[in-house]
């Protein structure tokens, strides 16, 4: 049997918890990807699509000699799955070192360090530099440790968190590609959840980092600068993301989410969009805009995307006020349901999102939400209104300072992310609502999305 140094690992929910973001992510096959390029064998795997019986992990780790296990806890609620992952290897495996990596790894790197002893180390930020100088600096003790960029580790009781120094730059990203998908071990790669996909989409990210920094986001610029070490946005050079989308559709992804909108300015995107039209790739997208599309990103999208496709727009609240305090792009109701119309004129399938619970949201502004909703319904004949609460995300603006924000969190530590029992338990008030009445809210604007 073939040896291999690195096992990059999903592992979805702890036991008897319901997967709350069933994806795995797509970093995975790219950093997989990245160490195989120089000379580090590497794999992936996904618990939660695997067949039944199809992957023994103990008995593979030690069959092929696996130095180290990757194990992403990149969004809080896929953290206790990373956790309880790491503590049954390393039971089973004592010798096996494990690393944890990902946005909430990295905002807790200390205190997942310090409670689980089952992980040696944390990453922080982006990834496969770190580790393929970890993977070098095996057997040659705590100096060489002391050097590998943006590694959390224990030097005897002590955490070392040394400093995020690599965040991938624009060409350094754009050399990353999809072609780690063939490292995946999982037998069946068909798109379905759990496997890089939600609701059968691959979720695709062109880029990283974020030039805004939304209230409630745990991935905006604040957070990226303090914990990625990322100064600006890194992006894909359109042909390398136009690449990535024709090797995902040779794998049998036809369907790609895009739902990072990181820049302020929509020419990346026609210059995406004019590429693929050249191509004549026509994947099934959906792509989600923080801000608003012009005329002529509708017509782009309209020439460029196969059918089915559609954009999502995030207008968060339906009060202006609101949608001013809480999001990094405003606009206006009117130029929202002025690009509604032009979309509908281009045969552009579009969805808008509201949240209800943001801080300052008073009744009033509630009320505003669902007018609006009934307003798209009443002239747009739109019955594509999506609504959602948002659950506080460590190291997100909000998080950081909820005096300025108004609301009263409930959860500050790890303890407290890994004990959310659903959607609904989100961890936060705001100075005029309380979680349930947030609840109550949202299940009221859900029936007006409805139209009941
Ligand atoms: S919600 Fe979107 S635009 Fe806002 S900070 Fe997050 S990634 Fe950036």
Same mark, same amino acid.
């Given at each position: 049997?073939?040896?291999?140094?690195?096992?990059?690992?999903?592992?979805?929910?702890?036991?008897?918890?319901?997967?709350?973001?069933?994806?795995?992510?797509?970093?995975?096959?790219?950093?997989?990807?990245?160490?195989? $390029?120089?000379?580090?064998?590497?794999?992936?795997?996904?618990?939660?699509?695997?067949?039944?019986?199809?992957?023994?992990?103990?008995?593979?780790?030690?069959?092929?000699?696996?130095?180290?296990?990757?194990?992403?806890?990149?969004?809080?609620?896929?953290?206790?799955?990373?956790?309880?992952?790491?503590?049954?290897?390393? &039971?089973?495996?004592?010798?096996?070192?494990?690393?944890?990596?990902?946005?909430?790894?990295?905002?807790?790197?200390?205190?997942?360090?310090?409670?689980?002893?089952?992980?040696?180390?944390?990453? $922080?930020?982006?990834? !496969?530099?770190?580790?393929?100088?970890?993977?070098?600096?095996?057997?040659?003790?705590?100096?060489?440790?002391?050097?590998?960029?943006?590694?959390?580790?224990?030097?005897?009781?002590?955490?070392?968190?040394?400093?995020?120094?690599?965040?991938?730059?624009?060409?350094?990203?754009?050399?990353?590609?999809?072609?780690?998908?063939?490292?995946?071990?999982?037998?069946?790669?068909?798109?379905?959840?759990?496997?890089?996909?939600?609701?059968?989409?691959?979720?695709?990210?062109?880029?990283?980092?974020?030039?805004?920094?939304?209230?409630?986001?745990?991935?905006? $610029?604040?957070?990226?600068? &303090?914990?990625?070490?990322?100064?600006?946005?890194?992006?894909?050079?359109?042909?390398?993301?136009?690449?990535?989308?024709?090797?995902?559709?040779?794998?049998?992804?036809?369907?790609?989410?895009?739902?990072?909108?990181?820049?302020?300015?929509?020419?990346?995107?026609?210059?995406?969009?004019?590429?693929?039209?050249?191509?004549?790739?026509?994947?099934?997208?959906?792509?989600?805009?923080?801000?608003?599309?012009?005329?002529?990103?509708?017509?782009?999208?309209?020439?460029?995307?196969?059918?089915?496709?559609?954009?999502?727009?995030?207008?968060?609240?339906?009060?202006?006020?609101?949608?001013?305090?809480?999001?990094?792009?405003?606009?206006?109701?009117?130029?929202?349901?002025?690009?509604?119309?032009?979309?509908?004129?281009?045969?552009?399938?579009?969805?808008?999102?509201?949240?209800?619970?943001?801080?300052?949201?008073?009744?009033?502004?509630?009320? !505003?939400?669902?007018?609006?909703?009934?307003?798209?319904?009443?002239?747009?004949?739109?019955?594509?209104?999506?609504?959602?609460?948002?659950?506080? !995300?460590?190291?997100?603006?909000?998080?950081?300072?909820?005096?300025?924000?108004?609301? &009263?969190?409930?959860?500050?530590? #790890?303890?407290?992310?890994?004990?959310?029992?659903?959607?609904?338990?989100?961890?936060?008030?705001?100075?005029?609502?309380?979680?349930?009445?947030?609840?109550?809210?949202? &299940?009221? #604007?859900?029936?007006?999305?409805?139209?009941?």
């Amino acid at each position: 049997m073939t040896k291999l140094d690195c096992l990059f690992v999903y592992p979805g929910a702890p036991a008897g918890k319901k997967n709350l973001l069933p994806i795995m992510p797509a970093g995975l096959p790219v950093m997989a990807a990245y160490l195989a $390029r120089h000379k580090v064998s590497s794999a992936v795997v996904s618990l939660p699509t695997a067949r039944p019986g199809e992957f023994n992990l103990p008995a593979l780790i030690k069959a092929r000699g696996v130095k180290l296990v990757c194990i992403p806890a990149h969004w809080h609620r896929q953290t206790g799955g990373a956790l309880a992952l790491a503590a049954k290897l390393k &039971k089973a495996v004592p010798g096996v070192r494990i690393v944890l990596g990902g946005y909430t790894a990295s905002y807790f790197a200390a205190a997942i360090l310090n409670d689980f002893p089952a992980v040696d180390f944390v990453v $922080r930020g982006d990834g !496969e530099l770190p580790l393929l100088r970890l993977l070098k600096a095996f057997g040659a003790g705590p100096a060489a440790l002391k050097r590998v960029p943006n590694l959390a580790w224990r030097y005897g009781a002590a955490v070392k968190l040394n400093p995020v120094s690599y965040a991938a730059s624009s060409a350094e990203l754009s050399a990353l590609g999809m072609e780690g998908l063939g490292l995946v071990l999982n037998r069946d790669l068909k798109p379905r959840r759990g496997m890089f996909c939600e609701d059968g989409m691959f979720t695709y990210l062109q880029a990283r980092g974020c030039a805004d920094a939304c209230s409630a986001c745990g991935g905006g $610029r604040d957070f990226q600068r &303090k914990h990625c070490g990322r100064k600006g946005v890194a992006v894909k050079n359109p042909a390398a993301a136009v690449q990535d989308i024709s090797t995902l559709m040779g794998s049998g992804f036809r369907r790609i989410q895009l739902p990072l909108d990181p820049l302020p300015s929509e020419k990346y995107w026609l210059d995406v969009l004019a590429l693929l039209k050249k191509k004549g790739l026509k994947p099934e997208l959906k792509l989600e805009l923080c801000g608003l599309p012009s005329q002529k990103l509708l017509a782009a999208f309209a020439g460029a995307a196969g059918p089915d496709s559609r954009m999502t727009l995030f207008a968060g609240s339906g009060s202006e006020r609101v949608r001013r305090f809480n999001r990094g792009r405003f606009y206006t109701n009117d130029a929202l349901l002025a690009a509604l119309k032009a979309a509908a004129r281009l045969y552009v399938n579009i969805w808008v999102t509201f949240t209800t619970g943001l801080p300052f949201e008073t009744r009033a502004d509630f009320l !505003e939400t669902d007018g609006l909703i009934r307003r798209m319904r009443r002239e747009l004949r739109m019955e594509r209104a999506g609504v959602y609460v948002f659950s506080v !995300e460590p190291g997100s603006p909000l998080f950081e300072a909820p005096e300025k924000y108004g609301v &009263k969190l409930r959860r500050r530590v #790890l303890a407290g992310f890994l004990a959310q029992r659903g959607r609904y338990d989100m961890g936060y008030a705001t100075e005029h609502f309380t979680e349930a009445e947030i609840v109550r809210n949202l &299940k009221s #604007l859900e029936r007006t999305a409805r139209g009941r």
